[in-house]
């Protein structure tokens, strides 16, 4: 046991303050010492140094202690509903593994024979696209054989979906009952799946609201008409809060509808479930659940119907945070999404296919194993992790319990806005929705670019040998979950890759930049390291001749017909050989010569042209890297 352990553990008289000043002294020392400075220098405290704020502004600090303990959220299924909207869910079940099918052009009785063999190999729910290869009618055929008492069934039928929810009421009156009666719960919950006011901003097709509404006046027994889609807005670029605030503004929207047409609070919050996405951000998933249900509930009791404010939630991997470049690393970001949305305690969870970002021609793995991943993804999670037989396994923790309560009072924030400005439909009316998604989607593209959000296998660690789509991709109408505003978090990237194949295509090679490691590989392998990394980023081949003088430079050059260098060496060797070595590039025919590192590093004033360091702009870096390369290979041609 440390000294530091000891002396906390020993001392029970200690308060918590004196204990959390021992820690940020002891924190300030090792960031001083990280920085080659003393405490006394720093510019700042230790917890202000270690913290990062997220997307939407919240202060994610270093170190969450007894000091942010709050008060308890109640129990599952009961008021606030913080902790879960089910107070009988089947622990030995857990969530609902939710399953998606109607998107390609299989038709309704092989649909039919997928969906009864996924029910045997543990779906436990269904998500169907009805509009596309499968119509209204084709409903008694893909849903032959299935318990519609036990099963729950959520419509994605777009301008079709009244005829569909008809069609699918009649089925469920003509359907057989399952052997042994389920206890009606969220879980079990009939969705028609109408979402007109998020569908108005993404530009996908939906029915009439008017005409759901009165549907939904029918009060149909367990069945809710409206699901209100987050997904939506956090495709198009919305952060967690942003995203909260905009669903719960138009679910309002339909709860005033409802109550106009006659239907008391309660029943009218009994029409409406969320669906939310889940994205690669495992603590802000978490908390995104707890926060909408503390959020919802909290509408429930100002409507005077506290007791059905349960938000019951449909999660469902973001689309926006999968790639088409190395698409395998999507099998990891959605088990963090599925992960999240689990222990955040979501009542069905759709895992979409590691290749949903690919449009299906483009498709190298057959949808029987993509499917098969996304759904055996959930059943590890449930089966074998065992996480769903815990409720709210996250309630307790002092840093999950305080960005709940921060995402919440940030998205009720927001919420405050747009009713004071006439509330979902004045807002969507007047474009401020778009504004404020447009800002939120600048944001989150700038952190991209700099890579201070890292996307494994895109802006990071990139295959530059991976094997070409075969053509660019529209991140729109190509997808079967796409729409207008669909903005991939690592599209601008995947736009330099593409750029780059095209040149790969027309001439045998891709664009090439030459390294100048100066020094011995110890030296200058930590650089090389980094720009080989950058430029592959950006389809861009570094060619690496390892350590080079000044005397070889010109040589190197003339072999390799480079038109831009990078000099890549310590600090110390910069000062050493560098102005040697820029003076050997700048007397070739290079258009440019760059270094990696800070450019401060340079030891005179002839610098080189640029620098490639961490926390540039690496989008900007790179397309005028690629601009000049292309331009000098054109002109090499001619």
């Known amino acids: ?106 038709p309704p009785g092989e649909v039919n024979r997928q969906i009864l063999e996924a029910l045997e190999n543990g779906t436990s729910g269904l998500w169907l696209r009805i509009g596309g290869a499968l119509t209204v009618t084709d409903l008694d055929a893909v849903l032959d054989g299935v318990y519609l008492d036990l099963i729950p069934v959520t419509v994605d039928a777009g301008a079709d979906g009244i005829a569909a929810a008809r069609a699918l009421l009649e089925q469920q009156q003509r359907a057989s009952a399952a052997p042994e009666a389920p206890t009606p719960t969220v879980a079990t919950i009939t969705s028609f799946g109408f979402s007109p006011l998020t569908a108005a901003f993404s530009g996908r097709p939906d029915v009439d609201v008017d005409e759901a509404t009165a549907i939904a006046a029918e009060a149909i027994a367990g069945v809710r008409t409206f699901r209100v889609d987050g997904t939506d807005f956090a495709t198009a670029g919305a952060d967690h809060g942003l995203e909260l605030a905009l669903i719960v503004a138009a679910a309002v929207t339909h709860l005033r509808d409802l109550t106009a047409a006659g239907m008391s609070a309660a029943d009218a919050l009994n029409q409406i479930t969320f669906a939310v996405s889940a994205g690669d951000d495992q603590f802000a998933t978490i908390a995104k659940f707890r926060a909408l249900r503390r959020i919802w509930s909290r509408v429930a009791e100002v409507v005077g119907a506290p007791d059905a404010g349960a938000a019951a939630t449909h999660a469902v991997t973001d689309l926006s945070m999968q790639t088409q470049r190395d698409p395998w690393v999507n099998m990891l970001r959605t088990t963090i999404a599925a992960f999240g949305a689990g222990i955040g305690g979501a009542d069905q969870v759709t895992v979409l296919g590691f290749d949903a970002a690919i449009p299906a021609e483009h498709r190298t793995s057959s949808a029987t194993f993509s499917r098969r991943i996304a759904r055996n993804t959930q059943l590890l999670l449930l089966e074998e992790s065992n996480i769903g037989r815990v409720l709210d396994p996250a309630g307790g923790s002092w840093f999950v319990e305080t960005l709940t309560d921060e995402m919440a009072a940030n998205a009720w924030t927001v919420f405050g806005e747009i009713e004071a400005a006439g509330g979902y439909r004045r807002v969507l009316e007047s474009g401020w929705i778009g504004d404020r998604v447009g800002a939120s989607l600048a944001r989150r593209d700038e952190s991209v670019a700099h890579r201070t959000i890292a996307v494994t296998g895109v802006n990071e660690f990139p295959n530059l040998d991976e094997k070409p789509l075969g053509a660019p991709t529209a991140d729109t109408a190509d997808l079967p979950l796409g729409t207008p505003r669909l903005a991939r978090v690592g599209r601008v990237f995947e736009e330099l890759r593409d750029r780059s194949d095209g040149v790969l295509a027309a001439t045998g090679a891709r664009p090439s930049v030459l390294m100048l490691p100066l020094g011995s590989v110890a030296e200058h392998n930590a650089r090389t390291t980094f720009v080989a990394n950058l430029l592959a980023a950006g389809g861009i081949s570094a060619i690496n001749p390892g350590p080079v003088s000044a005397d070889e430079i010109g040589e190197l050059v003339r072999e390799h017909q480079a038109s831009i260098a990078v000099l890549c060496a310590s600090k110390q060797r910069y000062a050493d050989d560098g102005a040697a070595a820029l003076a050997a590039a700048r007397a070739t025919d290079l258009s440019s010569v760059l270094m990696a590192g800070p450019e401060k590093e340079w030891p005179d004033d002839q610098r080189p042209d640029g620098s490639l360091r961490i926390g540039i702009d690496a989008v900007a870096t790179l397309r005028g890297l690629l601009d000049q390369l292309t331009n000098a290979s054109a002109g090499a041609t001619s």
């Open 1 to 106: 046991m440390s000294q530091t352990t000891a002396s906390t553990s020993d001392r029970p008289d200690r308060s918590l303050d004196e204990v959390y000043q021992s820690w940020s002294q002891a924190a300030a020392a090792v960031v001083a010492k990280s920085r080659r400075t003393t405490v006394e220098e720093l510019p700042a405290t230790a917890e202000e140094l270690l913290s990062t704020e997220t997307i939407d502004g919240l202060r994610i600090r270093p170190l969450y202690t007894r000091k942010d303990e709050t008060a308890e959220s109640g129990l599952p299924g009961g008021f606030p509903f913080v902790r879960g909207a089910d107070p009988d869910r089947d622990v030995t079940l857990g969530w609902r593994v939710t399953e998606r099918f109607g998107d390609d052009d299989t």
